[in-house]
């Protein structure tokens, strides 16, 4: 099965900073998905990203870039130039066929004007 | 394309009583996931259907059923209700199990009193 951890609880920034939200997982499949969800305050989980275990390419897509890193078990995700827009509640998940999606307690950010 | 729809919205129910919840997936999309999402526990994977079959179940008791319809959509019940149930209920629909992206529904927000 897999789980998946981010170790940064809450995270504050002023707006305009760059921040970058941790997420490392854990599981004994040679393929499953890796995902990135925004939760904003009404609730509803937003998709950002998938990518699969045999694509380790970085993705940039406007201020947001992820790097997925097989060697280190990380997926890590980055906002540049943060905006108020950005505070929220970002969930690192994993799922591979035979199991469910699997979320991690998730990371709130606060960008403060 | 229409989303996940998830009724009711919000919802509140007495301890002892029973609760329906429904999720109808995208068009085309033949799995449905329910999640439990509460402050304490996060995201919590509840089942799972595909083409009417419960493919994966979470750690919750019997209190907790679900079933999906040939029309892809699913409900989900939970007998008894607790105070502890009060949380919010997150559907998500995907075209495939494996590794297909995870669309999610805006949830219902349960109240037990």
């Known amino acids: 099965a897999q789980k998946v951890t981010q170790a940064q609880t809450e995270i504050s920034v002023v707006e305009k900073e760059d921040v970058t939200l941790d997420c490392v997982y854990e599981t004994r499949d040679t393929t499953y998905y890796l995902f990135w969800y925004k939760q904003p305050p009404s609730g509803e989980l937003v998709f950002l990203i998938r990518?699969?275990?045999?694509?380790?390419q970085n993705e940039i897509s406007g201020r947001y870039s992820w790097n997925f890193q097989k060697s280190t078990s990380s997926f890590n995700f980055t906002i540049t130039a943060s905006q108020v827009v950005d505070s929220a509640v970002y969930f690192c998940?994993?799922?591979?066929?035979?199991?469910?999606?699997?979320f991690g307690k998730g990371t709130r950010l606060s960008v403060i004007a | 394309k229409a989303g996940v729809t998830q009724t009711p919205r919000y919802l509140i129910k007495t301890r002892g009583q029973q609760v329906t919840l429904s999720c109808s997936p995208i068009s085309g999309h033949r799995s449905v996931s329910w999640y439990q999402q509460t402050p304490g526990q996060g995201l919590q994977f509840l089942f799972e259907?595909?083409?009417?079959?419960?493919?994966n179940k979470g750690n919750f008791p019997g209190r907790f059923s679900g079933r999906q319809f040939s029309n892809s959509r699913s409900e989900m019940n939970v007998s008894t209700l607790e105070l502890g149930d009060s949380a919010l209920y997150l559907c998500?629909?995907?075209?495939?199990?494996?590794?297909?992206?995870?669309?999610f529904g805006s949830g219902t927000r349960l109240t037990v009193v």
């Open positions: 998940a994993a799922h591979s066929g035979n199991t469910p999606l699997v």
């Open positions: 998500a629909s995907s075209l495939r199990v494996d590794g297909g992206g995870y669309t």
């Open positions: 990518r699969n275990s045999f694509d380790e």
């Open positions: 259907y595909f083409s009417e079959t419960q493919r």
